[in-house]
């Protein structure tokens, strides 16, 4: 079964976290020269939302040890940087930039309480096309937490995964629009509202993606 470790708590701190751990907010705890992604159009540098350390207990022994994570709302323009690893896109050798907000201010910094789970593997959609709604929710509901690596609580794989084969992604990181949390499709509950302003156009969700070789990620949203 995959493994993931489930957001349980956003924790905020008093003082930027300067180790190569999860987080939100503040800046990118570089390990190696740093690389900030730029806006294609305007050449403008994204915001800062996230870095993601692939553990290897959940993502296996690959060359990255870190995913940096940048977003902007206005297009929903993405970039993820990988370190140890190479990004090609447009980028500046800016240490810091831009950051997560909240309410139009910065917003503080945030670590995580992790906690580790197992899940069930993937059904693609074609596979579960007969299911019934009950039996939908009971595969869904586990599934639909803000996370870092598991199962992505998708059942759309031609518009959810960066291309047509899921079998070429796996993922880093899940995360719910700030305006919805992660919601039980059986009980409707919120189980953990995001405490930044990260926005999908209307509620929806982000996932972060790393290619079957390791050597590259990519994120998509739903709104």
């Known amino acids: 079964m995959p493994k993931a470790l489930r957001?349980?708590?956003f924790e905020e701190v008093d003082s930027p976290i300067l180790e190569p751990v999860t987080k939100f907010g503040g800046q990118p705890v570089w390990l190696e020269e740093p690389t900030w992604p730029l806006h294609p159009e305007t050449s403008l540098p994204l915001a800062f939302l996230a870095q993601v350390k692939l553990e290897p207990e959940i993502f296996g022994n690959i060359a990255s040890q870190m995913a940096y994570i940048f977003f902007n709302d206005i297009g929903w323009e993405t970039a993820v940087v990988l370190q140890p690893g190479r990004f090609d896109g447009l980028h500046s050798?800016?240490?810091i930039g831009p950051s997560t907000q909240r309410d139009g201010e910065p917003a503080p910094e945030f670590g995580v309480r992790?906690?580790?789970v197992e899940e069930?593997?993937?059904?693609?959609q074609k596979a579960g096309r007969e299911w019934t709604d009950e039996e939908f929710k009971a595969y869904q509901a586990p599934l639909e937490f803000n996370k870092v690596g598991g199962t992505?609580?998708?059942?759309d794989e031609w518009h959810d995964f960066p291309d047509d084969d899921p079998e070429d992604w796996r993922l880093i990181l899940q995360l719910y629009s700030c305006e919805v949390g992660a919601r039980s499709l059986e009980s409707n509950q919120v189980y953990l509202q995001v405490p930044f302003d990260v926005l999908y156009g209307d509620?929806?969700?982000g996932w972060v993606w790393l290619s079957k070789n390791g050597e590259e990620a990519r994120m998509t949203v739903y709104g």
Do not use: H, Q, R, S
Request: contains cysteine.
């Open 93 to 95: 050798d800016a240490a």
């Open 203 to 205: 509620g929806g969700c």
């Open 7 to 9: 957001i349980v708590a």
């Open 114 to 116: 992790l906690e580790p």
């Open 152 to 155: 992505p609580a998708v059942f």
């Open 120 to 124: 069930p593997e993937y059904v693609p």
